[in-house]
């Protein structure tokens, strides 16, 4: 497709449950971010690939998070045992490179917003 | 600390106002990146300018512009003539480049504006 597609764009986990959330970046986009966006705040980051290496995960909140890249371009983000604070939308973001990152070329998907009950 | 902040939560004005959204950001770093995103109803994060640390030039696109003052720290966005498909969620964010070049975008807690007809 022509931008960054994130899927399911809501979900509703009861506590407990665990969940995943897809990203598929624009084709060839060598990075990828995923950012947490809590109601009324603005994005925070969590981690960061260049191809399939996990770069950056120093924003993770806890070890109940985790991310994967395995083939260089579909992400998932995977919550377990889901808590109520894990409510928000996450967002997945794309660059044709880090540089385009730092140029300002970085294409964000219109996020999966997830409601845990 | 590198931080943004953006003390307007939310703001209205009637239509064809001009409306000013303010940007404060800290930094310990001489170089950086700003940045005004925009994220309208839909979700996704929308890219509208980015300035160098170095270059504080004013830049006017259209209706938009944009105030770099180095001196007060601040970043902040003028939209002419407001028109209601202008009513979004507005993000300044930070990019700093220490030696240990980052990957991280740090957003505000955004302004919401709202347009009325």
């Known amino acids: 497709g022509a931008g960054v597609s994130q899927s399911p764009r809501y979900k509703v986990a009861k506590r407990g449950q665990d969940v995943a959330l897809r990203c598929d970046p624009i084709s060839g986009h060598v990075s990828l971010f995923w950012y947490q966006q809590a109601l009324g705040q603005g994005p925070e980051f969590l981690t960061y690939?260049?191809?399939?290496?996990?770069?950056?995960k120093s924003g993770l909140p806890s070890d109940r998070f985790f991310a994967e890249r395995p083939e260089g371009s579909v992400s998932t983000l995977k919550i377990q045992r889901t808590q109520q604070e894990d409510s928000a939308v996450y967002l997945c973001a794309s660059s044709l490179t880090i540089w385009d990152f730092w140029a300002g070329e970085l294409f964000f998907g219109e996020g999966s917003r997830l409601t845990v009950l | 600390a590198q931080k943004v902040t953006q003390a307007q939560t939310e703001i209205s004005v009637v239509e064809k106002e001009d409306v000013t959204l303010d940007c404060v950001y800290e930094?310990?770093?001489?170089?950086?990146?700003l940045f005004w995103y925009k994220q309208p109803p839909s979700g996704e994060l929308v890219f509208l300018i980015r300035?160098?640390?170095?270059?504080?030039q004013n830049e006017i696109s259209g209706r938009y512009s944009w105030n770099f003052q180095k001196s007060t720290s601040s970043f902040n966005f003028t939209i002419t003539a407001s028109q209601v498909v202008d009513s979004a969620v507005y993000f300044c964010?930070?990019?700093?480049?220490?030696?240990?070049?980052?990957?991280?975008?740090?957003f505000g807690k955004g302004t919401r504006l709202h347009i009325l007809p």
């Open positions: 300035r160098n640390s170095f270059d504080e």
């Open positions: 690939f260049q191809n399939e290496a996990q770069l950056d």
């Open positions: 964010a930070l990019t700093p480049l220490s030696m240990n070049r980052d990957d991280k975008i740090i």
């Open positions: 930094t310990r770093d001489t170089t950086y990146y």
